[in-house]
Every structure is written in structure tokens, then in C-alpha cells.
Nanobody
Framework: QVQLVESGGGLVQAGDSLRLSCAAS????????MGWFRQAPGKEREFVAR????????KYADSVKGRFTISRDNAKNTLYLQMKSLKPEDTAVYYC??????????????????WGQGTQVTVSP
């Protein structure tokens, strides 16, 4: 069992930056690949970014590539999402997920074993 708690969301203006954190507890954080997803009202949860267990491999959705950076600190059991040049279309609840499988692509929510409760990000025009 892994418990995940997101933080760092808020209300910002377009062009601003935010850094989200996801604190993990329970089983060894460094065993899990981690991902960030987001869900806007009336839409399905969508992939944002993923990082391998070691942190050596990352992947991003096209919509955030070049603006968002996923990282992790295994010594602190924490996952991060640095978001720059935010746009109104980035408005959503952001969730972190833990995937015990290293071989998956990680683009789908069903691939993840554990989820946090989410943190709201609102970007005003």
C-alpha cells in the first residue's frame, strides 16, 4: 500500500508558474514509476507526465512538453511537477499515481495502482 498526498495547487494567471508536490508514504517509493494526470470538469482523466522509478526516464503529453517538468526525490519520497507558462486550458484537478509495473507505457489511468486525492490548479486568462 502506498499513500499519496498532492499539494501546491492554486489560482494563478496565464503565464505564471506552479510546482506541485506528491508526498508518498507506505511501501518503498523508489520501487514505483510515478505519473501525473489531470481532470477538468466534464472530461476524462488525462495523462500529463511520467517518470521511471529511478528518475532516469521521463515522458510528457504533447500539450505540456517544454512547459512542464516531472522529477522525483527518492530520498524524500516526493514527486514533483514544475509547471511554467501556464495556460487557462491547464485548469484541472491534478493527480499523482504510482505504478508498480516498470514495463507499462503509463499513459492510461488504469495502469496505476495508487492515487492521491488531487490538487486543484486554476489558471485565469
Amino acid at each position: 500500500q502506498v499513500q499519496l498526498v498532492e499539494s501546491g495547487g492554486g489560482l494563478v494567471q496565464a503565464g505564471d508558474s506552479l510546482r506541485l508536490s506528491c508526498a508518498a508514504s507506505g511501501r518503498t517509493f523508489s520501487y514505483y514509476a510515478m505519473g501525473w494526470f489531470r481532470q477538468a470538469p466534464g472530461k476524462e482523466r488525462e495523462f500529463v507526465a511520467r517518470i521511471s522509478a529511478s528518475g532516469g526516464n521521463t515522458k510528457y503529453a504533447d500539450s505540456v512538453k517544454g512547459r512542464f517538468t516531472i522529477s522525483r526525490d527518492n530520498a524524500k519520497n516526493t514527486l514533483y511537477l514544475q509547471m511554467k507558462s501556464l495556460k487557462p486550458e491547464d485548469t484541472a484537478v491534478y493527480y499523482c499515481g504510482a505504478d508498480s509495473k516498470s514495463y507499462g507505457l503509463g499513459y492510461l489511468p488504469r495502469e496505476y495502482d495508487y492515487w492521491g486525492q488531487g490538487t486543484q490548479v486554476t489558471v485565469s486568462p
